[in-house]
Structure formats: C-alpha cells, structure tokens
C-alpha cells in the first residue's frame, strides 16, 4: 500500500480500515487530487484527509445499494456528508474499545461458554454453517463478507448455537486483519434474552487467543458496548458515524 494512503489515514485504530490498508479485505481508493482516500469493506466506508465529494459520491461496482454505514475522519467530513446526503443520511453514535492483548480472564470467559441453556449446542462454523448463515437474513452478516467457504475457511472463523438442529445465535469474523478479526454476534430474534451473546462472545474470544489472533470489537449501540465490558474489554471512546440508506423514507424498526 502506498505510503502516502497511510499517512491520509494516520494512526487510525479501527480494524475494519486495517484490513483495507493491509490488503487482506475490502478496498482502498485515493481522490483525485491524491489528498483524500476512502476505504471500503461491507457495509463500512472510511473517509480521511481533505473532504472530496466527489470520492464521497463514488459509487464502487459491487457496493449494497440499500444501506452504507460511513465513518468520517473529522468534523468537516461530517459536514459533507450531511450536504451530500441530506435525509438519507442519519447521524450515530458508536463505540470503540482498546485494542488490548492480554487482558482478558480466560477462567471467567470459560464459565460463561458454559452457560449456554439446556437444550443448546455449540458447533465450530463449518461449511453447513456457512451455508446457513449466507442464506439466512437474520444471520447473513456472520459471514457476508467472505465469498465462498474456501475463503471464509481460509480467513474467517466462527461458533455458531444450535437448538433442535437449528442455527438459532453464533458469533463471527466480520472481517479479517493479519493480527485478528472483527467481530459479528447475532441471535435469532425468538432465542434472545437467554445469553447466547455472552456465550458466543465468549466462545470466540476464547478461540481466537488459542491461534494467537486479537478478536476485536467495536459497539454499534449501548447494549453492544454493554456486552463488550462484561467479556472484559476496555472502553476508548464514542465516535460519529453515518447510515445511509439510499431508499427514503427510512424502514420501520419492526420492518
């Protein structure tokens, strides 16, 4: 990566950017004046350096056309995505933890695997999993960003919860780094409530330190953050972010 892009984006600590700069997921563009960049992976774009609404207007081929979640770098990004996007765009507040290694209680981690409710089972993320995941909505995000098993496989890793053979919670890489993953817990809406989060969270954090990777976490809400403390991770800061969605009016939240 040229080292130009890296000084653009400084000493940004977000994973999701890591995986873009290290070329191991997502993509990079520069501006065309070579003083902005903009960084891509799923739902995520990060913009840094002099605000360009022109690469914050580019459109790449393969991008969801529904939903975006843009991250800017400063205040005057900010500013420009409200002009560019007016009421498409909805301003949020997000979470970030310390990227800290060994800081966390493996012995506590364990209790809480075991945890899980009578009548549920763990299984690693396989191929049948993958399967599942990808052609299910409400667990598609556990493994969206990875094209096929054989690269998911090859990059990503997962636990999953199963109740009466079905995949009902699991947590995942959303994306991969060289150092780690960033990590993605869903639960099927009818099996929330029971503490198949914390046990997933849990599960993974675990399987991650056995091959020496860092398993991120950045909260997209408060509950999220919530979550995050219990599995012993540190709080940094909050940060503005911006969802786009590209079809106004906004769906219902019981849509």
């Known amino acids: 990566m040229n080292q130009a892009i890296y000084n653009i984006f400084g000493n940004w600590e977000e994973t999701i950017l ?3 700069l290290q070329g191991v ?6 501006g065309a004046k070579g003083d902005a960049a903009m960084a891509e992976l799923g739902d995520f774009a990060f913009y840094a350096g ?3 609404e022109e690469l914050l207007r580019f459109n790449p081929e393969g991008r969801n056309q529904d939903f975006m979640i843009m991250i800017p770098q400063n205040e005057a990004w900010e500013l420009l995505i ?3 996007y007016g009421d498409k765009a909805r301003k949020v507040t997000r979470y970030a933890f310390k990227k800290e290694k060994d800081i966390f209680n493996k012995d506590r981690l364990r ?5 899980l409710p009578e009548g549920y089972e763990w299984r690693l993320l396989k191929e049948q999993e993958y399967e599942l995941c990808r052609n299910s909505g409400w667990a598609r995000d556990l493994v969206s960003q990875f094209k096929d098993y054989e690269t998911y496989e090859r990059l990503g890793l997962g636990v999953v919860v199963y109740k009466d053979q079905e995949l009902v919670a ?3 890489s959303y994306s991969r ?3 780690g993953i960033e990590i993605e817990i869903d639960t099927r809406e009818d099996h929330r409530r029971k503490g198949l989060a914390y046990g997933c969270g849990a599960r993974l954090i675990l399987e991650c330190l056995k091959r020496g990777l860092y398993p991120s976490w950045d909260a997209q809400n408060l509950w999220s953050a919530a979550l995050a403390r219990k599995l012993g991770y540190h709080f940094s800061h909050a940060y503005t972010a911006y969802e786009i969605c590209f079809q106004v009016p906004w769906p219902s939240k019981n849509a």
């Open 82 to 84: 409200e002009s560019c």
């Open 50 to 52: 002099k605000p360009d």
């Open 177 to 179: 780094y060289r150092e």
């Open 25 to 30: 997921m997502g993509q990079v563009y520069l």
């Open 170 to 172: 699991g947590a995942s």
């Open 111 to 115: 209790q809480a695997v075991l945890t």
């Open 18 to 20: 890591w995986s873009c």
